[in-house]
């Protein structure tokens, strides 16, 4: 197996089951490591447990929240990485409105509430009602993590930096893709993010939101074999 390793960063209170049809399009032809990100309270937290667990050099794919692991691994280590898809994710920090919102569900998840917050308050705004199926995993991924996971990625998300700058100094080949209905990182985000990375590709995913790793595997999984390729 020759082909360069994939490492692939889940977002907020995600796991390996989130890349479940990339890592059956791709483990046979590469290596595949998904991160393990819930220890860190940072994103250069987050990208050193990342790094820790990679392989010399690699491919890296971030998804939301993965995606901003990854612009840190790109600030910290852009040696290691051969090329970069940011998937469903913005370069830009936390908005006030969202930071507020995470500290009020820090308690209540302490107190019991992670499975609600998630399920009632984060999901909605990850795609239709009818990706049913969508949500309930990730309000079961997010009750196997727990509760401290919830808590330090929420931290890393309300602290993260500015990525802007790092984009335009990015130098290997780079996919920006979204769901054309992603309401969180929408589409002019990412053309606004694509737009910062010399010869990087934008792809918007039709008929799809947040999800469209889930919800449209085949139509992401062609993308990616792209930018794998390229």
Avoid at 6 to 23: E, N, S
Avoid at 122 to 131: E, S, V
Avoid at 184 to 205: A, D, H
Wanted: with cysteine; aromatic share 4%; charged share 25%.
């Amino acid at each position: 197996m020759t082909s360069t390793p994939l490492v692939m960063i889940p977002g907020l209170m995600c796991d390996a089951r989130c890349f479940a049809a990339q890592t059956a399009a791709f483990s046979s032809e590469r290596g595949v490591t998904i991160a393990n990100v819930t220890r860190g309270d940072t994103m250069r937290a987050l990208a050193e447990e990342t790094l820790a667990q990679s392989p010399p050099r690699f491919a890296l794919l971030g998804f939301s929240m993965g995606g901003m692991a990854a612009m840190q691994i790109m600030r910290d280590a852009p040696e290691r990485v051969e090329r970069l898809a940011l998937v469903s994710t913005i370069h830009l920090p936390e908005h006030e409105d969202h930071g507020r919102m995470r500290d009020e569900q820090i308690p209540r998840a302490r107190a019991g509430e992670l499975a609600k917050i998630v399920g009632e308050e984060l999901t909605p705004a990850y795609g239709p009602a009818d990706l049913a199926a969508g949500v309930s995993l990730c309000v079961k991924m997010a009750e196997d993590l727990g509760v401290e996971a919830f808590v330090n990625q929420s931290r890393a998300l309300q602290t993260r930096p500015d990525s802007t700058e790092t984009m335009r100094g990015i130098k290997v080949p780079t996919l920006a893709l979204t769901g054309a209905n992603d309401i969180l990182c929408t589409p002019e985000f990412n053309k606004e993010m694509s737009g910062l990375v010399p010869g990087s590709v934008l792809r918007i995913v039709e008929d799809t939101a947040h999800l469209a790793l889930m919800d449209r595997p085949d139509a992401v999984n062609a993308h990616l074999r792209e930018w794998l390729a390229a």
